[in-house]
């Protein structure tokens, strides 16, 4: 089964008021596609950073990250954000919704991005799926933490890509 998620000797060296932090130690792995994986530890052991790095909003130190067959290294950015569009959804702990947007937009909006026509019709579907279609018109403060959270899932999953990676 071909590999969704390959990383090869990656470091991340982050800087902080106390000087440099080694938060990824040589971190290696080979993911098949098809295959759901947690990640587990104590706070502050790296989880979220590992996740941004997967996700291609951290660059590593050193080594190599792969999605899909695909370098994350030799992208530039805007090659990375397209990538990252098309082919992960990202749940962010802090959901990250837009708080001047409907629930209905901030999960359209992904779809806007690519061109998609019917981007409102599909959002709409994904709030259904996560028992949201009663809030589409609601705004993030409008919303309780779990309804905002649901919201933040159906916008990584309505692109259908083709890696997940919740924090």
Same mark, same amino acid.
């Given at each position: 089964m071909p590999s969704i998620l390959k990383l090869d000797h990656v470091d991340l060296h982050l800087k902080s008021e106390a000087g440099s932090v080694h938060i990824l130690k040589d971190v290696s792995l080979d993911l098949p596609a098809s295959k759901t994986v947690g990640v587990m530890g104590p706070s502050g052991s790296g989880k979220?950073?590992?996740?941004m790095v997967l996700g291609g909003l951290e660059k590593p130190t050193s080594g190599t990250v792969e999605v899909a067959?695909?370098?994350?290294g030799g992208l530039s950015e805007d090659a990375l954000a397209i990538f990252r569009r098309d082919n992960i959804g990202i749940v962010f702990q802090n959901f &990250?919704?837009?708080p001047t947007m409907t629930a209905l937009e901030n999960v359209a909006i992904p779809l806007e991005f690519a061109g998609h026509k019917d981007? =409102?019709?599909k959002a709409a579907e994904a709030l259904a799926a996560v028992g949201l279609e009663a809030r589409v018109? &609601?705004?993030?403060g409008q919303l309780s933490g779990g309804e905002q959270q649901r +919201? $933040?899932? $159906?916008r990584? =999953? +309505?692109?259908?890509?083709r890696l997940i990676l919740a924090d």
């Open positions: 979220t950073t590992l996740l067959g695909t370098t994350l &990250h919704l837009i981007a =409102f019709k018109k &609601h705004y993030p +919201v $933040a899932i $159906a990584a =999953f +309505v692109t259908t890509p």
